[in-house]
């Protein structure tokens, strides 16, 4: 799970550590239940999706209450991906993203709840204008914004050798997918990557939050 908090840093700080817990607590406790049911015989026949959806759910109506009693407009962008055998589940809401290294090419699984995006989308703007594009942090979906939440769900069979990345845009803002896709590639230990990554961003100016985690598929997690 990544979560990057807007609404100013404490009320920001305050969404994304709720839009955390609240995911984190609901998915372990129903991970919990399910394999304490006698009739529940293989973790595989859980519906991820339908988990992953209620958890954001969750925390967006934990965060929205929190922010109405503190009467401020904060909220938190999140994603995260939640992986049963070979299948994964990526589920985004807002400009944090999560890609999928498969077969030494870098793909971005989710689609950035953004202005850019839109105009991207619509033949306005070129991906490269969107990178430096004045209002390239507008974004038009968050956690704790509304009562609702609309929560994007993706899904993809996993391969050993494959890796999973999760990051705010403070990474993706200034990094491009190749040259993330070429770090990836060229460090096998897993931390050494997320700290080029996190360098390469700051060496650029990186004056956002930068949050990156990977993940590695290994024999025997996708059986």
Known sequence: LVADGMGGHEAGEIASRLAL????SRITRCLNEFLSDARSTELASLDGMALLREAFEHANATVFQQAQAMRNNMGTTLV???????????????DSRAYLLHGGKLEQVTVDHSLVQQLVDSGHITREEARWHPQR?????AIGLQADVDVDIFERVLMPGDCVLLCSDGLSDLIEDDEIERVILSETDLHAACMRLIGLANDRGGNDNITVVLVAVEAGMSD
């Open 137 to 141: 942090n507008v974004i038009y979906r």
């Open 21 to 24: 817990e609240c995911v984190g």
């Open 80 to 94: 995260g991906v939640l992986v049963i055998g070979a299948r994964a589940w990526f589920a985004n809401v807002g």
